[in-house]
């Protein structure tokens, strides 16, 4: 119904930067929030930053004043620009998608996941 593609990730080294998109195709939300999620290894998945349908973000406050997250909704795609990166930040990024479809109703969405090596 909603299939996510994700691309931009790599290695990069400390203090870098690194764009990461992820673009929707399918059944269209009506109103929804765009996220992505980290998991390191080792670790929990978590929230990195997230978007509403009115633009509304919200952050981890580790990347806080580093990441911006922004979303095109004429090309149905999210985008994290992350700058100054960190050796911490190294993880597999996800990208998410949530929210109503009309005649569906709840649904959501995760990508397949694209590493961020941060390493010099």
């Known amino acids: 119904q909603v299939q996510l593609v994700e691309s931009g990730g790599g290695l990069v080294q400390p203090g870098g930067s690194l764009r990461l998109s992820c673009a929707a195709s399918g059944r269209r939300f009506s109103v929804n929030t765009m996220g992505w999620y980290r998991q390191a290894p080792g670790k929990q998945r978590e929230l990195v930053a997230a978007?509403?349908?009115?633009?509304?973000?919200n952050y981890a406050d580790s990347v806080k004043g580093r990441f911006t997250i922004s979303r095109d909704n004429a090309k149905n795609t999210v985008y994290l620009q992350m700058n100054s990166l960190k050796p911490e930040d190294t993880a597999v990024y996800y990208c998410n998608n949530r929210g109503l479809i009309p005649s569906i109703g709840y649904l959501e969405v995760w990508g397949q996941g694209t590493l961020v090596t941060v390493s010099s």
């Open positions: 978007i509403t349908s009115d633009d509304s973000t």
